[in-house]
């Protein structure tokens, strides 16, 4: 079992930059991989960015250049620093966890979402 915990939402005017952080319980978290999503109101929930377990990252194309993956397995955590942001970036975002295991199956864990507001 993983719990994770977001931190760092909050609100910041355009142009403005954040840093989100996720902490994972468990101690086999580095084999997880990991990503970051988001959900604006009244649409889905959509991928922003995602992590393997070797250090491979993949964003979306809105926020290619502006947001950077991260993670630091000694401390069981993943980060999302977010530059340049817009105001479309507004949004409940969630860290995930995923882990396929030969013999048992996939693990799948979300956290309980942080809010984003980017807003003058």
């Known amino acids: 079992q993983v719990q994770l915990v977001e931190s760092g939402g909050g609100l910041v005017q355009p142009g403005g930059s954040l840093r989100l952080s996720c902490a994972a319980s468990g101690n086999i978290f580095s084999r997880y991989a990991a990503g970051w999503y988001r959900q604006a109101p009244g649409k889905q929930r959509d991928l922003v960015a995602t992590i393997t377990a070797g250090g491979r990252t993949n964003y979306a194309d809105s926020v290619k250049g502006r947001f950077t993956i991260s993670r630091d397995n000694a401390k069981n955590t993943v980060y999302l620093q977010m530059n340049s942001l817009k105001p479309e970036d507004t949004a409940v975002y969630y860290c995930?966890?995923?882990?396929?295991?030969?013999?048992?199956?996939?693990?799948?864990?979300w956290g309980q979402g942080t809010q984003v507001t980017v807003s003058s």
């Open positions: 995930n966890a995923v882990y396929v295991s030969p013999l048992t199956g996939k693990y799948d864990y």
